[in-house]
């Protein structure tokens, strides 16, 4: 079997603060590392339960993130920018399975640590057919496209639920617990990894009960922006409609098109902010 693994970093644990997830600095290099125990303890519970063949799609950030000398032996590992699918870079239909690991809530979740949709500088909310999404439901377009199954999340309790909304089948890993932006109640590390360990077990071992995104289509996409400049920046894009000075949607049948033009307006996005 197959799996692909997109993996971000603020979903975990221990995880509450900027600083412990953006290098460089003393508690990023701590922080990298707990990451990448996770993203081992998900390919080995994989493994455990038939998993053959895993692409780890480093999706945080500047997307260099894991030591590739420390990733489990049998993955392989892509890095770097610019990605034309991001997060979801590297995934096809050969695949039978995608893992989120350490993912987080979105925009719209102002419970959940660290919430942010994509580019927290210009993104205020993102909805998918009128339900608020985070990064995992607007990934979930490519992985629906390729009629693959999300079988694994882990972060917080709000990352999952938005998630659900979407995936409903899948295996959910909940290694904290958020209190605020900058506070959540997180499982002790040696904990985290072995739930992660036995979530991905689980999740291969009833894989053939866990169906692609359960997303109706024609899929909408609705952004709403900080300000409207990025709203007027978007509408450049072919398919884009401006709904209110601060908000576009855009409307599809396929999946695949909604996520990449989703993730142009981003890298759009990007480029004014940084």
Known sequence: ????????????????????????????????????????????????????EFLVNDSHSTMQNLRPDELHGRASYLSGKHKPMYMMQGLDASYDAVFFVSYHGSAGSTSSVLHHTYNPRAIAEVRLNGAIT?????????????????????????????????????????????????????????????????????????????????????????????????????????????REEKVVALRNDDPLVVYQTFIALVLLSRGVTE
């Open 134 to 242: 985070g990064e995992a439901g607007i990934n979930a377009l490519a992985a629906l496209a390729y009629e693959v199954p999300v079988a694994l999340i882990s972060g917080d309790h709000v990352t999952i639920d938005e998630a659900q909304a979407f995936c409903p089948d899948i295996e959910s890993v909940v290694v904290k617990d958020s209190v605020s932006h900058n506070a959540a109640l997180s499982v002790h590390p040696e904990r985290a990894r072995e739930l992660i360990h036995d979530g991905a077990r689980r999740a291969l071992a009833r894989l053939t009960d866990i169906r692609p995104p359960s997303i109706a289509l024609p899929a909408e996409l609705t952004i709403r922006f900080h300000n409207g400049a990025y709203a007027e920046l978007a509408c450049r894009l072919r398919g884009v409609e401006r």
């Open 1 to 52: 079997m197959k799996v692909f693994l997109s993996t971000d970093m603020e979903g975990t644990a221990g995880v509450v603060d900027w600083s412990q997830c953006r290098g460089p600095g003393v508690e990023y290099e701590y922080y990298r590392g707990q990451l990448q125990a996770e993203v081992n303890a998900a390919i080995d519970g994989a493994l455990a339960a038939g998993g053959t």
